[in-house]
């Protein structure tokens, strides 16, 4: 029973493999922007392919953890890409709202590619902070108050490194495509191509993974403020201050507190007090003018004197 289910399952997963690569391909060499119907088709015909495809790995038990490499058929090699051109086609999904959602689901792809690759020895690389390894790490980390400047180069010397083996793996596949892509080559030329294809994919998925660590940093901190901000908004708005009438005397307080019995009566000297009690007037180091010279027009430091009258005359007041 199970050799005639892959016999009907196996002839249907390279098709879906090819189809899907190939549209991949289309959509990274197209001119047209990312976000145009034509290619967002592409892409979401690709992810649908490529769920199939992995549904039907899934079934087959095409690969296990208890294998090693050599174990594997050469032209099944191929198939342990399929988490990396997931994780390349949901990079290329277009929807601003979802961008974070794309990103994770991505990284996930990415690493799970990584992962399987990791574990049968097809290259020599580190893997990824996981999100919990990721989230120890930056607690561990946050009680340092330098970069770790040694960790910086490591990294960097990692990224040139990486780059000059890529281009010495696509190098190699070119001069291979050929003669496997006619049916010429045997199975150890056959076995070498589909590696330097994983190894390619490795490297991009390496750079991938940083990229998109990155900008979900990015993303997150852009909607920091506005969530920081949400309790603000709730914050009751100060009362607005009750009008009152500025008189130059008590004398005259009473006669426009008769007046207007609604609104509250202060004398100049009261206002003056007032103020100076709460350190709301300026003190630049000169003579203190007082409320009469400053109504009776002598003026001590015209400067001074226009910044209280200027003060006054913002309060919701009737001068007399």
């Known amino acids: 029973m199970a050799a005639s289910k892959e016999e009907l399952l196996l002839p249907r997963l390279p098709e879906l493999f090819e189809t899907s690569k190939k549209l991949l391909e289309e959509v990274e060499v197209a001119t047209e922007p990312t976000g ?33 490499l050599e174990e594997i058929a050469s032209t099944d090699l191929k198939y342990l890409m399929v988490p990396a051109l997931q994780g390349a086609l949901t990079m290329k999904q277009v929807n601003p709202s979802k961008r974070l959602d794309h990103l994770q689901r991505a990284r996930e792809h990415f690493i799970n590619f990584l992962t399987q690759c990791h574990c049968y020895h097809v290259a020599e ?91 979900i940093k990015i993303l997150k901190e852009k909607d920091a403020p506005r969530e920081a901000s949400t309790p603000h908004s709730s914050l009751p708005e100060k009362p607005p201050m009750k009008p009152f009438i500025l008189t130059r005397n008590k004398a005259q307080a009473k006669v426009f507190g008769a007046g207007y019995p609604s609104l509250a009566t202060m004398t100049v000297s009261d206002w003056y007090e007032q103020h100076q009690k709460y350190g709301a007037l300026p003190d630049r180091g000169l003579a203190k003018p007082t409320p009469e010279s400053i109504c009776g027009g002598h003026l001590y430091d015209l400067g001074f004197c226009e910044n209280v009258w200027r003060h006054l005359y913002s309060l919701p007041w009737h001068r007399v």
């Open 36 to 68: 145009s119907r034509t290619i967002q088709d592409k892409v979401t015909k690709g992810l649908d392919l490529l769920e199939k495809a992995a549904g039907m790995l899934s079934q087959l038990d095409l690969f296990s953890r208890n294998e090693d």
């Open 125 to 215: 690389f580190q893997l990824p902070q996981t999100k919990t390894n990721s989230a120890e790490n930056n607690t561990a980390s946050s009680s340092v108050a330098y970069p770790n400047l040694v960790a910086m180069a490591s990294q960097r010397q990692a990224k040139i490194e990486r780059y000059k083996q890529k281009k010495e793996v696509e190098h190699r596949l070119a001069a291979l495509e050929s003669a496997v892509e006619s049916g010429q080559a045997d199975d150890e030329r056959v076995r070498e191509y589909h590696l330097l294809h994983l190894r390619r994919w490795i490297a991009i998925s390496l750079e991938e993974i940083e990229s998109i660590d990155q900008e």
